[in-house]
């Protein structure tokens, strides 16, 4: 073995599928502990463990770069014990390797009156943690700190948030002048509030890099949707749009040309809206048309049902007239894009024989494909399937 180059190992190393066997690696040998340990180690979830944690990288500072990865879990309870916070202020000024850092819970404003916990914060953000930054359920949150925030970082996703101080229909243009532009976004539940002020026009400048953006919030307006694809149009990869969450369908306008657009993905996934097949006749033909200059370089288009739909829910798209305009607008391209469906197993079958024939040049060149929707969850946002479960491994001491 000890002949055998150091990257051979780390790669035999990452086709490991089980935490067993990882740990079995890391006291096997010196050429293999550390590998080992770096995946066993890349994710630290923080929640009431926080001496123990602080007791190893005491006594194990070389672990202290293998966390990548940093979940903060602020509950009442912590952030109302002074002797809590302290410790984990020091565990966050002996993270040196974190990359993503998500952080949940109504207690984060308590934590944040810390002052020595808020420096130590700011330092694993800017210094370390700013490729990745993900808040859920936070309570409220001062504008001003969400610009800090938001300047801080190259990839933000936000969910459950309440923003409050400032008027929020003006950005201060100090807060982000020279600071770098977000390359991802995520806006999900609860966080209307921050989809609003991103459709802003004071915050185009900030989004004009972004390229991939997903839009997954309950009541927002489609206008407001279009307004911040508008501000990442130039930049765009990959889009997804969970439709029936957005409470204008019947005020529709056009996508605006997408030039570096490869991936989309339209999400139904609120049963209590009915009007995702007139949705779809609408808004594909402005995906799409022209080719040339709307979406030149789309690859994937998914569509995705995840819930036990009404068996003419999808009538208005799946007219005849209406999947031929489709087929006929995916064949002006020089690759045409695959398109691919996500249904209820149990609806699946009469839909997919729909499909099939009314797309029939997409159908005779492989492009269609037809997936069932479970419930799982084993589909993620990009609706591809995962592929390991080692790499996920929490560690809590």
């Known amino acids: 073995m000890a002949r055998l180059p150091q990257e051979l190992l780390e790669a035999i190393l990452h086709e490991l599928y089980d935490v067993p066997s990882l740990k079995n690696c890391s006291l096997s040998g010196s050429q293999l502990c550390p590998s080992a340990q770096r995946l066993l180690l890349h994710k630290l979830r923080l929640r009431q463990n926080i001496p123990a944690a602080l007791t190893l990288l005491e006594e194990s500072p070389h672990v202290a770069p293998y966390f990548t990865t940093l979940h903060l879990t602020l509950t009442e309870s912590l952030t109302s014990s002074a002797p809590m916070l302290n410790m984990l202020t020091l565990v966050l000024n002996r993270l040196s390797g974190v990359t993503r850092c998500e952080v949940y819970g109504r207690g984060w404003w308590a934590a944040w009156a810390s002052l020595e916990l808020r420096d130590a914060f700011w330092a694993l953000i800017r210094t370390r943690a700013a490729h990745d930054l993900r808040l859920h359920s936070i309570s409220k949150m001062p504008r001003d700190i969400f610009w800090d925030l938001l300047g801080a970082t190259r990839s933000l996703h936000v969910e459950g948030m309440y923003l409050f101080g400032t008027d929020g229909h003006s950005t201060p243009a100090a807060a982000l002048s020279g600071k770098p532009s977000l390359k991802r976004l995520y806006v999900g539940g609860g966080a209307l509030l921050v989809l609003n002020l991103f459709a802003n026009s004071s915050l185009s400048a900030h989004l004009h890099e972004v390229e991939h953006l997903t839009l997954f919030v309950s009541g927002a307006s489609y206008a407001h949707c279009l307004a911040i694809i508008r501000h990442a ?17 019947s005020q ?43 979406s030149p370089s789309l690859e994937d288009v998914h569509i995705r049902f995840e819930w036990l739909f009404n068996d003419t829910e999808l009538d208005p798209f799946l007219r005849p007239s209406t999947l031929a305009t489709l087929d006929g607008l995916l064949s002006q391209y020089p690759s045409p894009p695959r398109i691919s469906w996500t249904m209820p197993r149990d609806a699946i079958s009469a ?41 996920d491994p929490d560690w809590e001491p």
């Open 233 to 249: 149009s130039a930049s765009l990869r990959s889009l997804e749009l969970h439709a029936l969450n957005i409470d204008t369908h």
């Open 252 to 294: 529709l306008a056009s996508f605006p040309p997408l030039p570096a657009l490869r991936q989309v993905d339209f999400v139904f996934d609120n049963s209590s809206r009915t009007d995702g097949g007139s949705w779809l006749a609408s808004v594909l033909p402005s995906l799409l048309s022209p080719a040339q200059t709307q």
């Open 351 to 391: 839909s997919e024989v729909k499909i099939r024939h009314g797309l029939p040049l997409s159908n005779a060149r492989g492009s269609i494909l037809m997936l069932p929707w479970t419930g799982s969850g084993n589909l993620h946002a990009n609706g591809l399937r995962r592929q390991r479960n080692v790499s």
